[in-house]
C-alpha cells in the first residue's frame, strides 16, 4: 500500500514556475515508476510526466516538454515536477500516481495503482 500526498500548488503569473511535491508513504517507493497528470475543470485527466523507479528514464506529454521536469528523490520517498514557463492553459489540478508496470505505458491511467488527492495549480494571464 502506497499514500501519496502532494503539495505546493497554488496560483501564479504566466511565465512563473512552480514546484509540485509528491510525498509517499511506504517503505517500497522505490519499486513504483511514478507519474504526474492533471485535470482542468471539464477534461478529462491527461498526462504530463512519467519517471521510472531509479529515475533513468523520463517521458512527458508534448505540452509540456521542455518546460517542466520530473524528478525523484527516493531516500525521501518523494516524486517532484518543475513546472517553468507556466502558461494558463497549465491550469488544473495535478495529481501524482504510482505504479509498478507502467514504463511501457506511461500515459495510460489505469497502469498506475495509487493516486494522490491533488493540488491546485492556477496559472493567471
Known amino acids: 500500500q502506497v499514500q501519496l500526498v502532494e503539495s505546493g500548488g497554488g496560483l501564479v503569473q504566466a511565465g512563473g514556475s512552480l514546484r509540485l511535491s509528491c510525498a509517499a508513504s511506504?517503505?517500497?517507493?522505490?519499486?513504483?515508476?511514478m507519474g504526474w497528470f492533471r485535470q482542468a475543470p471539464g477534461k478529462e485527466r491527461e498526462f504530463v510526466a512519467a519517471i521510472s523507479w531509479s529515475g533513468g528514464s523520463t517521458y512527458y506529454a508534448d505540452s509540456v516538454k521542455g518546460r517542466f521536469t520530473i524528478s525523484r528523490d527516493n531516500a525521501k520517498n518523494t516524486v517532484y515536477l518543475q513546472m517553468n514557463s507556466l502558461k494558463p492553459e497549465d491550469t488544473a489540478v495535478y495529481y501524482c500516481?504510482?505504479?509498478?508496470?507502467?514504463?511501457?505505458?506511461?500515459?495510460?491511467?489505469?497502469?498506475?495503482?495509487?493516486w494522490g488527492q491533488g493540488t491546485q495549480v492556477t496559472v493567471s494571464s
Open positions: 500516481a504510482a505504479g509498478v508496470v507502467v514504463m511501457s505505458e506511461p500515459r495510460r491511467r489505469s497502469k498506475y495503482d495509487y
Open positions: 511506504g517503505r517500497t517507493f522505490s519499486s513504483y515508476a
